[in-house]
């Protein structure tokens, strides 16, 4: 759909705009999680560590121009009114929409996997039968009803909570920023601090300290939104 009327202005008062400046930095955190599975796949194969560098070396060129050239794109096509979901916005062909909304949905699947495969462990040590197969018929029973159990209470979960979104930066900012910036340097530190030069302990020390913060601004900025969306929503209103 056509926005002849573009307004570029972002809307709320100055410390919404921080705060919203903060949530956007979880979110964008969350959304780079996917970057993982490449880096993860290319481990299966020798030479393991040149797999891994060609895996990032394509997240952060090819990956990037989608990840971010779709929302600049879209900024620059609806303005501020620009929907969180832009397939919403398009006026195109039906069969382009079902596949975009398709290829979203295959993509989120795999995502959430991702984070959720410890708890899959767990449910599979607790409840499968230990001394069968992994792929026996009992198993693959169990495995069937214990996914289709936690995928349904998720989108119970989900559909309950119309600012889900809020909970979603708020796990992006106490726990994959710290996980994605604060951890690795925490163990460089740990395993090399008698045989790293200063420099480099001194880089990885300013990203400790430099993430830790935006850790705690940014799980301020997330727990002032679900405060603020409480009172505004209630549950399973968009259902």
């Known amino acids: 759909k056509s926005n002849k009327h573009r307004n ?4 709320g008062s100055k410390t919404d705009k921080v705060f919203n400046a903060l949530g956007a930095i979880s979110a964008a955190v969350v959304a780079n999680a996917p970057c993982l599975l490449p880096e993860m796949q290319s481990t299966l194969r020798q030479p393991v560590v040149k797999n891994m560098r060609k895996a990032l070396y394509v997240q952060f060129t090819v990956g990037l121009l989608f990840y971010y050239g779709i929302p600049i ?4 096509a609806y303005g501020s009114t620009a929907s969180v979901y832009l397939p919403e916005q398009m006026s195109c062909v039906k069969w382009v929409k079902v596949f975009i909304n398709s290829s979203v949905f295959l993509q989120s ?3 959430q996997h991702v984070f959720i495969s410890p708890i899959h462990e767990t449910l599979d040590t607790k409840f499968l039968k230990l001394e069968e197969s992994t792929f026996s018929r009992e198993n693959i029973k169990r495995r069937f009803f214990l996914r289709g159990f936690l995928f349904a209470f998720n989108i119970f ?3 309950a909570f119309p600012f889900i979104g809020d909970f979603v930066n708020l796990i992006g900012s106490f726990a994959l ?3 994605t910036f604060v951890f690795p340097s925490m163990v460089f530190i740990k395993v090399k601090a008698n045989t790293a030069r200063v420099k480099k302990k001194a880089w990885h020390w300013f990203n400790i300290l430099l993430f830790s913060l935006v850790t705690v601004a940014t799980t301020v900025a997330a727990v002032r ?3 603020k969306d409480i009172h505004h929503y209630s549950f399973f209103t968009d259902v």
């Open 73 to 76: 794109v879209g900024y620059w």
């Open 109 to 111: 699947m795999v995502c």
């Open 157 to 159: 979960v989900a559909a």
């Open 225 to 227: 939104f679900v405060i």
């Open 177 to 179: 920023i710290p996980i």
């Open 8 to 11: 570029y202005e972002l809307k």
